[in-house]
């Protein structure tokens, strides 16, 4: 029986690589305008899947903050309130020490798979230079498409001509990590890094 070998790693990076809470924006936004109410502002965009569309490519974000200046009658400007949407990130030092060792290593290919938008990507890459070693990239707002739909798995697997059983997905979500096991990727579910590791080197032989 032929050995299978894993030759290709899809990080995620929400919670994964990246940790985030998004409560620092909603926050933020209602507290330099005083008079508005964080829950009231989250509320419409989940009530508008807001958040789905800018990450699916739907809304750009322009529109976006027009639409929230005119609901809430904000005084804030596009650009602080672009910050304020996008400082919500914080380093996971584990994986970072992780994905810096691991890009050493040349038998492996490695991938961003991130259900993300425009302004979020940018921050990151300013903020977390190492998240820059993910050259290659499956960005959910340039393809219109998200996980967990199985065609954002396929197009990642035929873009960059992997093999599902050479090929392992980290991701925090259970949902995204069912979707790609139903494609024959190998995944791991990222919810405790001492628990990864023990994982990944059981798929990948000499990595601890």
Excluded: C
Excluded at 185 to 203: G, M, P, Q, R, V
């Amino acid at each position: 029986m032929k050995k299978e070998y894993i030759r290709n790693i899809i990080f995620d990076l929400g919670n994964t690589l990246v940790y985030f809470d998004f409560s620092y924006f909603y926050n933020g936004i209602a507290e330099r305008e005083k008079k508005l109410s964080a829950l009231k502002f989250r509320k419409y965009i989940f009530d508008n899947k807001l958040d789905v569309k800018l990450m699916s490519g739907r809304i750009s974000h322009r529109e976006f903050f027009r639409k929230m200046k005119r609901k809430f009658d904000l005084k804030i400007g596009y650009n602080d309130f672009i910050y304020f949407y996008s400082d919500i990130f914080w380093v996971n030092p584990n994986m970072k020490r992780f994905l810096e060792k691991i890009s050493r290593i040349k038998k492996y290919r490695l991938f961003l798979l991130s259900n993300t938008d425009s302004p979020h990507i940018t921050f990151i890459d300013n903020n977390f230079p190492f998240v820059k070693l993910l050259r290659k990239r499956v960005l959910s707002y340039k393809v219109k498409m998200a996980k967990p739909q199985k065609k954002i798995f396929k197009y990642t697997l035929e873009k960059f001509k992997l093999i599902p059983e050479e090929t392992v997905l980290v991701d925090d979500m259970k949902d995204n990590v069912l979707s790609a096991q139903s494609l024959g990727i190998k995944t791991i579910h990222y919810n405790n890094h001492k628990k990864f590791t023990a994982e990944f080197s059981k798929l990948v032989k000499g990595i601890s």
